[in-house]
């Protein structure tokens, strides 16, 4: 059960068997390849130099929005410490402290109301 293998190669004839010259990479990129891809060429550098660029502009403004959201983060607490101070100095027993050396006192009577005779005409 052993099949002869033939060896074709020995049947075509070398003749119609074309020898071709092995072609290397650089036989393929000349001058003139260069010259009329060049246009095309240009437009890839341009277009990598607009790449480059958008992804600088894009860093620079993730970069500065960071920052400017720290910074508000920093002026909204300083917004809330401030506000709860003046909320604190506002209180009628703080306010009495702040005017007691300049001789102020809390009043003990109800504030009175004066009216004037201007006011007693018009109605």
């Known amino acids: 059960m052993q099949e002869e293998v033939k060896d074709i190669s020995a049947e075509i004839p070398q003749e119609s068997i074309p020898a ?15 010259t009329g891809n060049l246009p095309f060429i240009l437009f890839l550098a341009v277009v990598a130099l607009v790449y480059i660029a958008n992804n600088h502009l894009a860093e620079k403004k993730i ?32 306010v009495s402290k702040a005017v007691e050396p300049l001789g102020l006192k809390e009043l003990s009577t109800p504030p009175q109301r004066i009216e004037t005779a201007a006011t007693n005409t018009e109605q």
């Open 20 to 34: 071709e010259p092995r072609k290397e990479w650089r036989l393929r990129i000349n001058y003139k390849m260069i």
């Open 63 to 94: 970069i500065r929005i960071n920052r400017l959201s720290r910074q508000i983060k920093e002026l909204k607490w300083e917004y809330l410490s401030v506000k709860s101070d003046l909320m604190f100095r506002s209180k009628l027993s703080e």
